[in-house]
């Protein structure tokens, strides 16, 4: 029988109209590389999720997940498997979490576009910043632990795990922000003066103090997997955007739920029993990291919530094109790269 989705995780579906495959040239593919495959294979995706089109592979012999390309004409550099691929298989010798991959496949005749295969992990995924139906020392201990596995990947000297050249190391920040920018523009999208202004203050304050370590780029909650039982992350999920970068502007992005508000998917104003405050996460990644964490982290707070706005902007351009990963995406997109921007905007400008 096959695996359940994760408990809180995406629900399971049939296969979406406009993500469909040639299943059997899957299976034929993964045969003689997959146990089980020959015997049987059943596809279905993960509902839910913007970017990369994810997918459970239940076979005889044990179960699995497919991550592959979108469809359609894609944003540049964006959506990069193979990336996702190597440095899961870079980090499964170290102290970080991550589920065991199995192959990956550059041929787009097999199903339209690469793809990569790993192991599926049975836990929980929460998408919600409360972690509803956990209580108040439980969700302390797994946020604190998040902390602490960041920590962790930060830690590790990308060199001795492969990854020396998995980036350009040097003026992440001003080469980020040109990136996203890049992206934002390409969406083509009606005029958005809150993105304008934001991208214009970035462009001021990019001269930082460089560091480099491995960058997680979508580190948050929703993108780790806890033990079933326990309080501890047991696979890092998600690593689309993951590159040489600063380990501050990953740390940012875990703080942008104390910054923003439930309509932007965070905690201000909501009263959660447990959750550790911002400086006890902080203290929590530092002392994982081995070194202090400079206490004004405001630029890298702005730019997580731009780089946040511009994904979001992407997902909406999709969505217009009907080419989105999940179909509601049309529905909420616009509005919340909208509402991302601003409040960029007024951490920023001190609004």
Known sequence: MAEPPAIGGPALVPVLPNHRFDETALRRTLAPLLPG???????????????NPTFHLAT???????????????LPSAHAVDREYRVLGALSATDVPVPRVRLYCDDPGVIGTPFY????????????????????????????????????LHRLDP???????????????????????????????????????????LERHT???DETAIAHGDYRLGNLMLHP??????????????TLGHPLA????????????????GLVGLAVPGLPD?????????????RPVPADLDVFVVFSLFRWAAIVAGVYRRALDGNASDARAVDVAGEKFRRLARRGEEIAYGR
């Open 117 to 152: 295969v790993m192991d599926y992990l049975v836990g929980r995924i929460y998408a919600e910043r409360d972690m509803p139906g956990v209580d108040a020392g439980h969700r302390r201990a797994a946020f604190l632990d998040a902390a602490r596995v960041l920590g962790r």
């Open 250 to 265: 990953d740390l940012a992005y875990c703080l942008l739920p104390w910054r923003t508000t439930p309509a932007e998917q």
């Open 207 to 209: 001269a930082v103090p």
């Open 60 to 74: 005889p012999g044990g179960a699995y997940v497919l991550r592959k390309k979108p469809g359609g004409t894609l």
């Open 159 to 201: 060199a001795a795990v492969g990854l020396g050249d998995y980036g350009r190391p040097g003026n992440y920040v001003g080469r980020q922000v040109a990136r996203w920018t890049k992206q934002y523009r390409a969406a083509d999208l009606a005029p958005e003066p809150a993105m304008d202004r934001l991208i214009a203050w």
């Open 229 to 242: 039982e326990e309080p501890r992350v047991i696979a890092v999920l998600d690593w689309e955007l993951s």
């Open 37 to 51: 495959a020959a015997d049987g294979l059943v596809v279905r995706q993960f509902q839910g999720g913007q970017s």
């Open 278 to 290: 911002e400086a006890e996460f902080v203290a929590a990644y530092a002392d994982a990291v081995g």
